[in-house]
């Protein structure tokens, strides 16, 4: 208890300094694979402008996002970090060490890029949500790829990215971690996560493995292991009930997530289809145990390794799918459902599912790290690297 008091005050002392200086400001790593892909580079200019921009952020933008600010201002301005890894118990320090670090051999200009870059998206968003009325079904204006609304209750994240069938590009992946994590904290009592369009998510955006850091493929591999991890984690930790509307196909991660989910209501147009041996992949989203765990190991089998596809009607048999519904009366039976249920006592809903969740959440946990580093090699396998190119080059379709 006493170490939790001291790790409390020190962490809101590392609050209260973080918005005052660039210099003082820590982060979380994950959002550099996004963030590198930018092809403007920043001039020193623009660099010095966005340090005094954060000094004038009127939200404080929580301690991920300054452990970010932190890592890229130090990289951007010393290049990677060889600084000595500071103590255990010496947590600011090392949150701080760990996050700089993390960036690896990023060059000083593309961290610079995405540190102008982060720190306008900031700005965006406190000036967007500065403007919103209270009360209001409120629409969060940052978003690129998503479409995140407030109202009843109840926060709903859609992904709209309806041309690509809502496939999950790199900044879509931090997108829905962001607005995860705003969810988490807000006043709703439920969120959903559904999609715009004819389609759920077709899955991982296979060109996502287009785009090579110029520490080549390994390098990628490894970020895309670390971006994997953190987004799977978000899903494990989401504090509230967490409930998917599953409006249509659904293909790859956003399938295997499923298992992650409090609740899943899907139309009967909806299908359900892990294709990761025609991929030359493996199981993520900790569906390697939670899939055998809901539906036994045989059906998971199906799934997983020979990529059968199943109807909503078949996954609800199987304990993935909660409740089918017919197309043509989905929206309205579920949000009339859903919002009954937003009415719930806030407090005790949460509190139910951490008591269900508590007893599994290390496990999961581990699970994500093994999965994610498996797929680390195999997403430099000829069987993975010969099936997207294959896709890509529109010889292969699902
Ligand atoms: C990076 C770290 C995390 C990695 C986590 C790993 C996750 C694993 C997975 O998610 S595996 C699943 C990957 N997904 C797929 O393999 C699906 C690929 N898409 C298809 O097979 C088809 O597009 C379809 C069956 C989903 C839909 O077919 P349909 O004929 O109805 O529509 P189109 O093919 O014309 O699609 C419209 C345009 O959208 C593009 N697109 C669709 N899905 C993806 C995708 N997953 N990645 C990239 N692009 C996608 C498609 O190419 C069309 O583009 P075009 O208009 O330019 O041709």
């Known amino acids: ?23 003082q400001v820590i982060s979380f790593p994950s959002l550099q694979l996004h963030l590198s892909g930018t092809a403007m580079r920043a001039s020193q200019e623009d660099f010095e402008s966005a340090m005094n921009q954060v000094k004038l952020l009127k939200k404080d ?18 290049g990677p970090c060889n600084m000595p890894k500071p103590g255990v118990f010496d947590f600011i320090n090392k949150a701080k060490w760990d996050a700089w670090n ?35 079904d409120r629409e969060q204006q940052e978003y690129e790829n998503l479409v995140v609304t407030s109202e009843d209750g109840i926060t709903k994240i859609m992904f709209n990215r309806p041309t690509r069938k809502n496939a999950i590009s790199t900044q879509m992946y931090q997108e829905i971690m ?20 004819d389609y759920y998510c077709s ?21 895309s292991a670390i971006m994997l991890r953190d987004f799977v984690g978000t899903f494990i930790d989401f504090p509230k009930p967490l409930v998917a509307v599953v409006n249509g196909p659904a293909v790859g991660i956003s399938v295997t997530i499923l298992g992650l989910f409090d609740a899943v209501y899907a139309s009967d147009r909806a299908t359900f289809h892990t294709p990761f041996s025609h991929l030359g992949l493996s199981p993520e989203g900790c569906a390697s145990y939670t899939f055998p765990k809901i ?39 579920v949000w009339t459902r859903l919002k009954a249920y937003s009415k719930l006592p806030p407090n005790s809903m949460r509190i139910s599912k951490q008591v269900i969740r508590n007893t599994e959440k290390e496990k999961l946990h ?22 997207t190119m294959n896709f890509l080059s529109k010889k292969a379709k699902l």
């Open 1 to 23: 208890i006493a170490m939790a008091g001291v790790a409390g005050r020190l962490a809101r002392r590392w609050c209260r300094s973080a918005v005052r200086s660039p210099l």
């Open 61 to 78: 933008p929580g301690n991920e996002v300054k452990l970010r600010l932190y890592a890229l201002y130090k990289q951007a301005t010393e």
């Open 102 to 136: 993390a960036l690896g051999s990023l060059p000083k200009e593309t961290a610079r890029q995405n540190y102008v870059d982060l720190v306008s998206s900031l700005t965006a968003s406190s000036e967007s949500s500065s403007q919103v009325k209270p009360g209001a």
């Open 178 to 197: 962001l607005a995860l994590k705003a969810a988490s904290k807000d006043d709703s009592t439920i969120t959903v996560v559904t999609g715009n369009g």
């Open 203 to 223: 899955g991982n955006d296979l060109a996502n493995f287009t785009d090579i850091p110029p520490g080549g493929v390994e390098e990628k591999a490894k970020q």
């Open 295 to 333: 539906m036994g190991p045989a059906k998971a089998t199906e799934m997983l390794i020979f990529g059968k596809k199943l109807t909503a009607g078949e996954a609800c048999a199987q304990g993935l799918v909660t409740e089918v519904f017919p197309d043509s009366t989905f929206q309205k039976e």
């Open 366 to 387: 581990a699970v994500n790290a093994e999965e994610s580093s498996v797929l680390q090699e195999r997403w430099l396998s000829d069987e993975c690297i010969n099936a």
